[in-house]
């Protein structure tokens, strides 16, 4: 089945201390993209990659780094967390211009 | 700049009435693509239609419509004899193929309410 993961779907963690939330696709998509989805303002984009080892910045990428050595993954890390970093989080892949495959969602709490 | 505005937060219907939910876009590009796509309660983000700016054609899926009108930077979305099962987020999203269409902006999304 065509899917995009990620892990974990759930989780709390305190400030300060680094988290890693994993996104993977068996699409062979070679557009992988991170939002965070926040109420009132929607999706904004956090980061993309056009391919393997080529990132780059979205609209909201202070606090978050991302790297893509391998196709099929992409994942966000949070070296620092903080409270305003408290956020539903999809990963999401697609081909070209079309339509985004999107996880299922991690939601995470910055205490 | 981009920028997608969908000026209703929420709206609420009665089962079987017609609702539009209204997407508003800005773009320098002369190439860009359109979307809608659904998030019911659940929380998944599901794909609902893509148009790109070459294609004004007006789109009819089952009980969904799409209205694209490049002159005035519209791309409306009209649910027919609505549903419960319609009560959901729904947003517009843009990306411009100056980016290589890797740039998306989404709205702020409408809410749907559908009662029985």
């Known amino acids: 089945e065509a899917q995009v993961t990620q892990n974990p779907r759930y989780l709390i963690t305190v400030t300060g201390k680094k988290l890693t939330v994993t996104c993977s696709q068996n699409?062979?998509?070679?557009?992988m993209s991170w939002y965070r989805q926040d109420p009132g303002l929607g999706l904004r984009q956090i980061y993309y990659?056009?391919?393997?080892?080529?990132?780059d910045k979205g609209d909201v990428p202070e606090g978050y780094k991302v790297s893509r050595k391998e196709k099929r993954n992409f994942p966000l890390i949070l070296e620092s967390p903080s409270p305003n970093q408290t956020s539903l989080y999809f990963c999401?892949?697609?081909?070209?211009?079309?339509?985004?495959?999107f996880g299922p969602g991690t939601r995470l709490t910055v205490l | 700049a981009q920028k997608v505005t969908q000026a209703q937060t929420e709206i609420s219907v009665v089962e079987k009435e017609d609702v539009t939910l209204d997407c508003v876009y800005e773009?320098?590009?002369?190439?860009?693509?359109l979307f809608w796509y659904k998030q019911p309660p659940s929380g998944e983000l599901v794909f609902l239609i893509r148009?790109?700016?070459?294609?004004?054609q007006n789109e009819i899926s089952g009980r969904y419509s799409w209205n694209f009108q490049k002159s005035t930077s519209s791309f409306n979305f009209t649910i027919t004899a609505s549903q419960v099962v319609d009560s959901a987020v729904y947003f517009c999203?843009?990306?411009?193929?100056?980016?290589?269409?890797?740039?998306?902006?989404f709205g702020a999304g409408t809410r749907l309410f559908v009662k029985a």
């Open positions: 990659s056009m391919n393997v080892e080529v990132t």
């Open positions: 148009r790109n700016s070459f294609d004004e």
């Open positions: 999203a843009l990306s411009e193929a100056e980016t290589g269409g890797f740039k998306t902006i």
């Open positions: 999401a892949s697609r081909i070209l211009d079309n339509e985004q495959f």
């Open positions: 699409m062979n998509h070679e557009y």
């Open positions: 773009t320098r590009d002369t190439t860009y693509y």
